[in-house]
């Protein structure tokens, strides 16, 4: 259908908010929905042709812009649907596009909107940030977040240690220690909240939120941390119940085997197996039984203020230390007094380190948040009010506590009558919250109330922590930081649960249930917490500071310098509670740190810390181009024409050799034809794989549709940024020079000039048997180990990966080459080239290692003796020497390169021998005396000093013979168009027979080196044709071992100066 003109007469109130019709019914909506698919929002727009019998004539056509259907009216009346494509094939807006996870969808790819010459039929997107598994009920912030905070926070210290805490800190104190707590907390839940209302949060908790802000190296240490703190947590918590439950047991005057320590030990292993049993059935039991925790804690704890507000009910109350609201014991209680208590001394920091613990909930919103409906709404609403309900409800119990009893009591009423027993003199005191554990179900209205709620309140926490780690081990696993933690990962049933996480967290609680005391357990916990405390205010201050595009949380409360001061009262307050435990604390977290910085995960989850990397690298980029040159600062920053790296792999390592971790080094690839981006993708990654698996710190640029010369021209000038740039070319040494095309001798010889005219140095590498490996077949493979118990299976798998992570077995690139493979015979040590490709499960392996295989053109092994050339600058070389012919002063580089390779670890048995040239108008030792003291001052250390006489004598009959065959096809009377003139080599005659005479000394003095270094000819513009030049370079070098040529660009690269 044509259209010609079209006028738009109605808009949805989806858009404009006004009420229209819709083309779309609701049955179409409904089943859109069962579809799983949402519906944007719609724009209806009627279009009429011209002509016709409407009222601007023609037919019309209703178009629906959620991309489903065109309704068009004919002028008969008849209604005509076909595909919105047939006007667009442009995407609308929708948030499917956005996921990252398998349920998002693939947008059009330019290619597919612009027109792709290789277009390629993509598969779906892979998931790239693993979700866990996650429970079949999502819960909302009250019971998802506000529940479970008050539980965490509401635990042992609430009826156990409180009334202990007002004992030993005083009123002032205790509101101080609680301000500083809720300081810390309140600060790291505004940081909280603003991770994870930056995006989208999946399971995994604490550690997803750190991993995803920081990176992996500081969530999954933090994510162990805090792991193991919960785990604890978890114990701590059923210390405490285990406690009252015994003393509940005394008040009847029974026990279970010692009344004490066993007891505890016994209960609490019950316990735990009970409370992981519970978690492990699922959410649904596990949300049922937080609901009936905290009524039983509510009601315990109003059980406590009325009891304080009536006050004591009878004698033995008042005996035991609970005398009601007075003004004098408020007063009494309102200082300190820090006593010997629990076999240690107490202090404001120590009782700070015991109450900390019942602060520490902040997190228990965030551990769950891969079960929450909306995650970024619930987890500040519900955390922030649950620390102002709990802060509350702290400080009330402080006055309650301190302002209705007494320190010290005796239980008998004639010492109260008497006032003997308050000083307790006689240290029989066994009464009184400095004394009585159990103060509070003394002071409450019914005392069965306030052991429920103890029980619900310990119980309730301990399920809490119980219930995070198997999360956060199962979040770890999948992202396959630490290998340990991979069979742990492993869900079982629709829902995925992580049975093993909940075995390990039940071990390790158990561990420390056995320890029975809650005091000792406490501070651990603290210092603990408090360190992944300080990363999160941290990973706030970082993200918000390094100012990323990403970062952008909908929360608005929270400012980065907060977070910051968070960071730093956290850290200072660890040091206070115990120095050498924060110390130890610290270097476990750096050493999980390192751990995964040796293991190197390969994950993108655009970190802070990677805008961080992208910020300094940009910043010292931008500061270096204001940095003046100087020799001292000179790095040697290599343009390596290499072409594909996997083709020519020993000029790709002897430019390691000199540029690794130092200086910048490029690997150039011009390539003829245009290559599509699809192929330039997946070129680009094969090849930067390539580089990384032989562990070459490089980047590789290729260049297109462009011929060799100008290619080369183009990388020279447009390789680098600002002064980080290359100034070296390195290339091949062009062997087939005297039998190619003469278009190609000449490109190649342009090559050279070209770098001397862009004023680079210029490097040329020649090896024995040369070093184009072309024509052998390039493959990646990844060595997968199953991990034991879980595959069933402990046969190693090799797959082999591809550009676009997917294993599956693929040819990099084979080109064709000159080097022959049939004429190097067998070898005894081959390494197959064909192993069988055996593809694993995703997620089930424990191990990924990446191996280059290579192989010949038809799939036969490769001698061994073709592998160890391939890696000739990459193993340990034996015992010998680097001699450096430094023939021309050409700044210095020349004696640089071969004393850079000789710092290297497996150059480091090779000895410099230095060959100079001497002049006939300075007697020998005198020229000898002056080099030597040369490199003195230049700190050259090197073996021995050989100065050279006779480069000027005549070179022997068969030398010149040798290379006048090398000429004898580049003759004027052979017709060839670049022919060697009479005149030329006339001209050129000294300095030819100095080229002969050379190649005569290399095969007296270095024809045992294991590298040859030379200063190389200057190819003087106009004045020596390609294959005469090239006639001095195949002396120079043929038959020798591996040989470089350097020419440096007349600029000082050494000096003695300090």
């Known amino acids: 259908m044509k259209l010609d003109r079209f006028v738009i007469t109605r808009i949805s109130n989806s858009i404009l908010g006004r009420s229209s019709s819709n083309k779309i019914s609701n049955s179409d909506n409904n089943n859109a929905s069962k579809n799983g698919k949402s519906r944007e929002p719609t724009a209806t727009f009627t279009i009429h042709e011209n002509g016709g019998s409407n009222a601007l004539g023609g037919d019309s056509t209703t178009v629906d812009f959620s991309g489903h259907t065109v309704s068009s009216?004919?002028?008969?009346?008849?209604?005509?649907?076909?595909?919105?494509?047939?006007?667009?094939?442009?995407?609308?807006?929708?948030?499917?596009?956005?996921?990252?996870?398998?349920?998002?969808?693939?947008?059009?790819s330019i290619g597919e909107l612009h027109g792709d010459k290789d277009r390629k039929p993509d598969a779906n997107q892979e998931d790239d940030n693993p979700e866990t598994h996650g429970h079949g009920i999502k819960l909302g912030w009250i019971e998802g977040v506000l529940i479970p905070c008050l539980l965490n926070i509401w635990g042992v210290m609430l009826f156990l240690r409180l009334s202990w805490v007002v004992s030993q800190a005083g009123i002032i104190h205790s509101l101080i220690i609680i301000a500083i707590s809720y300081l810390v907390c309140v600060i790291t839940a505004l940081s909280l909240s603003a991770i994870c209302t930056n995006g989208q949060v999946k399971g995994g908790g604490i550690y997803y939120l750190i991993s995803r802000s920081l990176g992996p190296e500081f969530g999954a240490s933090v994510g162990i941390v805090f792991a193991f703190a919960n785990s604890v947590q978890a114990s701590l918590n059923t210390i405490g119940f285990c406690s009252s439950l015994n003393d509940l047991l005394k008040s009847f005057g029974t026990k279970i085997v010692d009344g004490g320590v066993n007891d505890v030990r016994i209960v609490g292993t019950i316990a735990i197996i009970v409370m992981v049993i519970i978690c492990a059935v699922g959410m649904e039991w596990e949300a049922k039984a937080q609901n009936f925790l905290i009524v039983t804690i509510l009601i315990a704890i109003?059980?406590?203020?009325?009891?304080?507000?009536?006050?004591?009910?009878?004698?033995?109350?008042?005996?035991?230390?609970?005398?009601?609201?007075?003004?004098?014991?408020?007063?009494?209680?309102?200082?300190?007094?820090?006593?010997?208590s629990e076999n240690t001394e107490q202090t404001f920091f120590t009782v700070f380190a015991i109450f900390f613990p019942s602060v520490t909930g902040v997190q228990a919103g965030a551990n769950i948040c891969g079960d929450l409906k909306d995650p970024a709404t619930a987890i500040p609403k519900g955390t922030l009010l649950a620390l102002v309900i709990s802060a509350i409800s702290y400080i009330t119990f402080v006055f309650f506590a301190g302002g209705a009893a007494l320190r010290d009591a005796s239980g008998n009423l004639t010492d109260l009558v008497n006032g003997t027993f308050v000083a307790c003199a006689n240290g029989s005191c066994d009464y009184g919250i400095h004394n009585d554990y159990t103060s509070m179900q003394l002071m409450s209205l019914s005392s069965a109330i306030i052991y429920a709620g103890c029980f619900a309140a310990t119980l309730s926490t301990a399920l809490t922590n119980l219930l995070s780690v198997p999360k956060i081990i199962q979040a770890l696993g999948i992202d396959r930081i630490y290998p340990g933690l991979i069979f742990f990962s492993k869900g079982y049933g629709k829902h995925g649960e992580p049975y093993r996480g909940y075995v390990l967290v039940f071990i390790v609680s158990v561990l420390f249930v056995l320890i029975a005391d809650i005091n000792a357990i406490a501070p651990l916990i603290s210092n603990f917490y408090l360190a992944s405390y300080a990363l999160i205010n941290f990973c706030t201050f970082h993200a918000a500071t390094v100012k990323a595009l990403g970062w952008r949380p909908t929360f608005r409360f929270y400012h980065p310098w907060l977070s910051l001061i968070g960071s730093i009262l956290c850290i200072v307050i660890m040091f206070q509670l115990d120095y050498t435990f924060t110390i130890v604390t610290i270097v476990i977290i750096f050493v999980l740190y390192l751990v995964v910085v040796y293991r190197r995960p390969d994950v993108n989850w655009g970190s802070s810390t990677q805008q961080q990397t992208y910020k300094n690298a940009l910043s010292a980029t931008q500061k270096l181009q204001n940095i003046g040159d100087h020799v001292k600062n000179y790095h040697p920053s290599v343009l390596v024409l290499a072409g594909n790296p996997m083709n020519r792999p020993p000029l790709i390592d002897l430019a390691n050799l000199i540029t690794k971790n130092h200086s910048l080094m490029i690997v150039g690839d011009i390539i003829n034809e245009r290559l599509s981006h699809r192929k330039r993708t997946e070129l680009h990654s094969e090849c930067r794989k390539f580089l990384e698996i032989r562990k070459i710190r490089g980047f590789y640029q290729p260049i297109d549709s462009l011929s060799f010369e100008e290619g080369v021209h183009a990388l020279i000038q447009t390789s680098g940024v600002g002064k980080l740039s290359p100034n070296i070319v390195l290339m091949g040494y062009k062997s087939d020079w005297m039998t190619c095309p003469v278009k190609d001798l000449l490109t190649y010889y342009n090559v050279l000039h070209d770098s001397f005219d862009c004023r680079m140095s210029l490097a040329i590498l020649r090896l024995p048997n040369g070093l184009d490996f072309s024509d052998l077949t390039t493959e990646i493979v990844t060595r997968t180990v199953p991990m034991p118990n879980v595959l069933g299976s402990s046969n190693n798998a090799i797959s082999t990966i591809s550009s676009d992570g997917m294993r599956t077995p693929r040819n990099l690139m084979h080109v064709d080459s000159n080097l022959n493979l049939d004429s190097l015979g067998g070898s005894a040590n081959q390494l197959s080239a064909t192993p069988q490709m055996v593809s694993t499960p995703t997620g089930e392996t424990s191990?990924?290692?990446?191996?280059?295989?290579?192989?010949?053109?038809?799939?036969?092994?490769?001698?061994?003796?073709?592998?160890?050339?391939?890696?000739?600058?990459?193993?340990?070389?034996?015992?010998?020497?680097?001699?450096?012919?430094?023939?021309?002063?050409?700044?210095?580089?020349?004696?640089?390169?071969?004393?850079?390779i000789s710092m290297r670890s497996k150059w480091s048995r090779c000895k410099i021998r230095v060959f100079a040239l001497t002049n006939r108008q300075l007697e020998l030792e005198v020229e000898e005396r002056n080099m030597a003291n040369l490199l003195m001052k230049l700190r050259i250390d090197y073996s021995s000093l050989t100065m050279l006489q006779g480069v000027t004598d005549a070179p022997r009959q068969e030398t010149i013979v040798m290379h006048q065959k090398l000429l004898?096809?580049?003759?004027?009377?052979?017709?060839?168009?670049?022919?060697?003139?009479?005149?030329?080599?006339?001209?050129?005659?000294?300095?030819?027979?100095?080229?002969?005479?050379?190649?005569?000394?290399?095969?007296?003095?270095?024809?045992?080196?294991n590298l040859i270094v030379m200063s190389m000819p200057m190819p003087r513009l106009g004045t020596v044709s390609a294959p005469l030049y090239m006639s001095w370079l195949e002396m120079l070098t043929k038959g020798m071992p591996p040989f470089l040529l350097v020419r440096g660009n007349q600029t000082s690269v050494l000096t003695f100066y300090s």
């Open 302 to 340: 109003f059980n406590f203020l009325i009891g304080v507000i009536v006050g004591p009910t009878d004698n033995d109350q008042l005996a035991k230390g609970f005398v009601g609201f007075s003004s004098e014991v408020f007063q009494e209680n309102l200082k300190p007094d820090y006593r010997f």
């Open 73 to 108: 009216v004919a002028s008969d009346g008849s209604e005509r649907r076909s595909s919105l494509y047939h006007l667009t094939r442009e995407p609308l807006p929708r948030l499917e596009y956005y996921r990252t996870s398998k349920r998002g969808l693939k947008r059009p």
């Open 847 to 900: 191990d990924i290692a990446d191996d280059i295989i290579y192989s010949t053109r038809g799939g036969s092994c490769v001698p061994k003796e073709i592998l160890d050339r391939i890696g000739v600058f990459q193993r340990k070389q034996p015992k010998g020497t680097i001699d450096v012919w430094w023939l021309y002063d050409d700044g210095g580089l020349t004696m640089l390169i071969p004393y850079i």
């Open 968 to 1009: 004898q096809h580049f003759t004027d009377n052979d017709g060839t168009q670049i022919p060697i003139s009479d005149h030329e080599r006339m001209a050129l005659q000294d300095k030819t027979r100095r080229q002969l005479r050379l190649r005569e000394m290399l095969l007296e003095h270095s024809n045992d080196a």
